[in-house]
């Protein structure tokens, strides 16, 4: 994964982009990144591994050195908070088409299930969770930006899921080898 990798496949190359080898948290370094003014609408922070990748309810998300895709999006939505309850069923979506799309299995692409509105599955098991974090205007209670934080799991790393995943957690290729013709890149820009 690389800046330069993924900004030819951008219907807005110009946005900022923050890649990095590993990171605690892509939605707190894109948040940080919002704050502070550097990145606006449609830019996005990706990581080869997070070492406090974190899920709804404080829960952690594995998320284990380039055997997945974790990126988190900074959008601006107008609107309040209750206009913007579908942005998580929505990036679930991009998610599911971004897959079939990049992804090749004989004639058409991995197809994803969508469970409830931020967990997509492939053959019974996890492959991506979505967390969407918003920072609000408290007197006119409108979304200043949201943080839309996907994990996606490729493949199983080579040290395996741990104990509490066994079974529950997967990957949308059975191996690493079989993943081998994925263009990260091209499926991170398409997510």
Known sequence: ???????????????????YQEVDSTNRAAKAAAVNGEAGHGSFVLA???????GRRGRSFYS??????YLSVILEPKG?????????????????????????????????????????????????GILTEAVTDFESGNIEFAVVGIGLNLFEASDGYPDALQGIAGGIYESREAAAGLDRSRLAAEI
Do not use: M
Request: glycine letters at 8%; one cysteine or more.
């Open 80 to 128: 309040s908070i209750q206009e913007s309850l579908l942005l998580t069923a929505e990036a679930a979506v991009a998610v599911y088409k971004a897959v079939k799309k990049v992804t090749i299995k004989k004639v058409t692409g991995i197809s994803l299930d969508i469970k409830w509105v931020n967990d997509l599955y492939h053959n019974g098991r996890k492959v991506c």
């Open 48 to 54: 080869g591994s997070q070492s406090a990748g974190r």
């Open 64 to 69: 284990p050195q380039d055997a997945g895709i």
């Open 1 to 19: 994964l690389s800046v330069e990798a993924i900004r030819p496949f951008l219907l807005s190359p110009e946005v900022y982009i923050g890649v």
